[in-house]
């Protein structure tokens, strides 16, 4: 490995000190970003255009707002443009096999941000940047069975997913459920998607209400955006967020931090979304032919209560 290349297994580095190499024309990196659904998702756009702009590199980027097809047209004008390195933070997790097979004949080297994909040839892209979001899902499991592990009645869970077939959606799920339901006395009485919004996170939260009221004992929500969301239908419905329904999250967004201080959130699972500095890094790696681990997995905390009010100043986004 060259001097300067990404560790094997390593973590995120800090934003600054981006080792810049002066190439006889810019860097051109094609980046096709998910959409905008999210603070998180806007803090990770923000991040890597700035991280781009830090590094020297000529970033086109293109906002598929939530759909698989806008991003294979824009992944297929990146082909045509003949850039340097292609990124993508890809909506959901399959069917990826075609258009991935494509920039591999074009011979681009493609960076898979944040989300996974599930392909047969993993050969298709060069590394993947971002969260173990199933170890996401065990850490919210592992917090509520540590905090109702008193708990004399069932407890009665209520879940708001992602973008259906998402790889946060179903990794975080899935992590959360390996945990929870080995346990005695756990049931997920609803599991419905909000699509990681703060409108649908409250909406769908309101029909929860309404059909299992003062029942539920839990909520596990994806994603801050839809627990803001449920936090306002709780409130609306006269019950007590954080208090009458414990309420866990994941991401780490300072609004959700903010809650987390007022008891209205029990605990947050942080989500790195600042990828970019690191997005930067492996792409100048590969331009100068280096090798690049398969996996690169930032460091992530968990918050309770008692960190917030110590923790929230220093959140970046």
């Known amino acids: ?62 906002n598929a707002e939530q759909s698989q097809e806008k991003q294979f047209e824009a992944i297929r004008s990146f082909i045509k443009r003949k850039v340097d390195v292609i990124a993508i933070a890809p909506v959901v997790h399959s069917g990826w096999d075609e258009i991935l ?91 419905v998607d909000a699509d990681f919004t703060f409108e649908r996170g409250k909406e769908a939260m309101g029909t929860l209400l309404e059909q299992y009221g003062g029942e539920m004992d839990v909520l596990f929500a994806q994603n801050d955006d839809m627990a803001l ?25 300072r609004r959700a931090f903010m809650m987390l201080g007022e008891g209205k959130i029990n605990c947050i699972v942080e989500c790195n979304p600042l990828l970019g500095p690191n997005m930067m890094q492996a792409v100048q790696e590969l331009v100068a032919g280096r090798t690049l681990p398969k996996r690169i997995v930032p460091q992530e905390s968990v918050y309770t209560e008692q960190m917030a009010k110590k923790e929230t100043p220093f959140r970046k986004y």
């Open 1 to 62: 490995m060259g001097e300067g290349a990404i560790a094997e297994g390593g973590t995120l580095p800090e934003a600054t000190g981006i080792e810049l190499i002066q190439p006889v024309r810019p860097i051109v990196l094609g980046f096709s970003q998910l959409g905008s659904e999210s603070e998180w998702r806007m803090a990770n756009t923000n991040s890597v255009k700035e991280a781009a702009k830090e590094a020297g590199i000529e970033l086109l980027f293109e």
């Open 229 to 253: 969301g449920a936090i306002e239908a709780i409130e609306e419905y006269g019950l007590r967020p954080g208090v009458d329904i414990v309420i866990i999250s994941v991401d780490g967004t």
């Open 101 to 191: 097979t494509e920039v591999k004949q074009a011979g681009i080297p493609l960076i898979i941000s944040d989300r996974s994909v599930d392909v047969g040839d993993t050969s298709l892209y060069v590394t993947h940047i971002g969260a173990d979001l199933y170890e996401e899902g065990r850490k919210a499991g592992k917090y509520l069975v540590d905090k109702m592990r008193d708990a004399a009645e069932t407890v009665q869970i209520v879940e708001l997913r992602g973008t259906e077939g998402s790889s946060p959606s179903i990794q975080r799920g899935q992590g959360f459920r390996d945990i929870v339901l080995k346990q005695p006395g756990y049931k997920i009485m609803a599991s």
